[in-house]
Each structure stands twice: as C-alpha cells, then as structure tokens.
C-alpha cells in the first residue's frame, strides 16, 4: 500500500541555518505530493504541494521538488526563522484511493535564536 | 482557500458519555470529509472516509459502532464518540475535499476529547 517515511525529529537550527527534512514515498499509482504544518497549538495547515512529477511546490520560503525517480519530496528552506518552529508532515494523495491523505509521523522543527 | 470549522476545540466529559464533534466546510460543498486521529508527538492516522448521503467507510482497526459518523449535508460532517473512556482521548481533526483535481484537502482546528 501507499506510504510515506520522514526522518525522524526532532531537529533543532539556529536562526538562518538551511534546513532540509527527509520525505521519501512509497505509491502504485501517481500521487499528488504535500507538505503539511502544525504551529504549537494550531491546526494543520497546507505549506505546499506537487501534482506531478518534476513540479516544484515553493511558499514562504520553503521549497520541495516531486522526484519520481528517487520517490522523494524533501523540504528545503535556505534560512529558517524562529517562527518557523512547528511540525512539518509530508504527505500524499492518491486518486486511486479517494484522495484521503497518507501521512509521515511528522518532523518536529525548533529554531533558537 | 476554502475554510473548514470544527466544534467544539475542546471537550472535556466523563467515562462512558457521548461526545458530538462536528466539521463544517463554511464556503464549499465538500462531497467527501476525512476523520483524522492524533496522539501526542504522532503522526495523524485516518480514522475514516465520511460520503454525503451513504455509510463512512472506516480503515482497518478502527471501531464502526464506537466512533459514529454521519455526513447528513454537503457542508456537514459529524464524528460521535460512542461510550467515550480514557484511551478515547485524543486530538480529533476533520478535513474536506472540493473535488479531486488538486487532491488538497482543508483542515479543522481539530477538537482535544479528554476523558476523565
């Protein structure tokens, strides 16, 4: 079936270090790609996402290129905030499967100043 | 983008009460709304697949008659936990599909059961 794998957190940057956060995926079919995150407190928001293969999905800084050939959707950002201290959940969607969402068991994000 | 409110964010009720949660899509029709389950320092597991009009359809494991669900509406959703005990407590999140072109879904706040 369907999965999705992160590496495991927590992982903690300083102010302006780049930031990189593992998401590798398993599907039979053509999945849409997500990245998901959870402020303390908050509900999940979408951070960005990918349709196919070669799409680059890019918000606030943050970056991740859907690999077909590696199964891959790392999270990239150049120069992480303090405000960017959350959960990041890699996830996908599978038109086969209805569109429910997988989901990886989430990376936790702090940055100190 | 598209809004989804859930009720309540937190609810807290004794051994072996009911609890309602309800997911709202306030400014679409969301023919198909998801159930999502959260454990501390977890990742989320779907509970759930709730259809306008016909039965959920629920993923391995997880209990038909404890955990009720009815998507009565085209902008509503709604989750029962059933005879709620301790290990039912948990961070509840719904999500809503416009459709599948995007294959995005919109979140609730999420509802925090605590049973005591």
């Known amino acids: 079936g369907n999965s999705v794998t992160q590496m495991e957190g927590p992982v903690t940057l300083s102010e302006e270090a780049f930031l990189t956060i593992n998401c590798t995926y398993t599907a039979t079919g053509y999945p849409s790609l997500f990245w998901y995150v959870q402020y303390p407190g908050e509900g999940l928001q979408l951070l960005l996402k990918a349709t196919k293969a070669d799409d680059k999905g890019s918000n606030k800084g943050f970056e991740a290129t859907y690999r077909k050939e590696t199964t891959s959707f790392h999270l990239e950002k150049g120069s992480v905030q303090v405000s960017d201290s959350a959960v990041y959940f890699c996830?996908?969607?599978?038109?086969?499967?209805?569109?429910?969402?997988?989901f990886g068991q989430g990376t936790e994000l702090s940055v100190k100043p | 983008g598209a809004v989804v409110s859930q009720h309540p964010s937190r609810v807290i009720c004794k051994s072996g009460t009911s609890v309602k949660i309800e997911c709202r899509s306030l400014?679409?029709?969301?023919?198909?709304m998801f159930w999502y389950r959260q454990f501390p320092k977890k990742s989320l597991m779907l509970m759930a697949t709730?259809?306008?009009?016909?039965?959920?359809?629920?993923e391995q494991g997880v209990e038909k008659d404890k955990f009720l669900i009815n998507h009565a509406s085209l902008t509503l959703s709604t989750l029962t936990v059933t005879s709620a005990h301790p290990e039912d407590s948990s961070f509840y999140i719904c999500?809503?599909?416009?459709?599948?072109?995007?294959?995005?879904?919109?979140f609730g706040e999420g509802s925090r059961l605590t049973v005591l």
């Open positions: 999500s809503a599909t416009q459709g599948w072109d995007t294959g995005e879904l919109f």
């Open positions: 709730s259809n306008e009009g016909s039965k959920a359809t629920y």
């Open positions: 400014d679409f029709q969301a023919t198909t």
């Open positions: 996830a996908l969607s599978d038109r086969n499967q209805g569109g429910k969402l997988i």
